[in-house]
Nanobody
Framework: QVQLVESGGGLVQAGGSLTLSCAPV?????????MGWFRRAPGKEREFVGG???????TLYADAMDRFTIFRDNFNKTMYLQMNSLRPEDTGVYYC?????????????????WGQGTQVTVSS
């Protein structure tokens, strides 16, 4: 079992930046886990933001996520989502997810482990 904790959410003005972090509560390594970010905007379905494979060498983003960058630091057991030029429509709860796989899943159902989410609110 892998428990994940997100942090870094908050209130930011449009055009601003935030960096979210995701780390396991108690696990010696992230090195065998593919990891992803999802978000759920108010009144909308959860959607894939992007993901990074176990080594950090491959990333994949959903369409229209070019303002976002995902990277991971396996030594410090943390994955990050850097978000720039934020817009009000980026408001939502952001979740990190992980799965023990060599692939880079994009579907929520392909991820086994989830965090509780962190709220991001972008004001206009």
């Amino acid at each position: 079992q892998v428990q994940l904790v997100e942090s870094g959410g908050g209130l930011v003005q449009a055009g601003g930046s935030l960096t979210l972090s995701c780390a396991p509560v108690s696990r010696r390594t992230l090195g065998d886990l593919a990891m992803g970010w999802f978000r759920r905007a108010p009144g909308k379905e959860r959607e894939f933001v992007g993901g990074v494979n176990w080594s950090g060498e491959s990333t994949l983003y959903a369409d229209a996520m070019d303002r976002f960058t995902i990277f991971r630091d396996n030594f410090n057991k943390t994955m990050y989502l850097q978000m720039n030029s934020l817009r009000p429509e980026d408001t939502g709860v952001y979740y990190c997810a992980a799965d023990q796989t060599s692939r880079l899943p994009i579907r929520a159902n392909d991820y086994t482990y989830w965090g509780q989410g962190t709220q991001v609110t972008v004001s206009s």
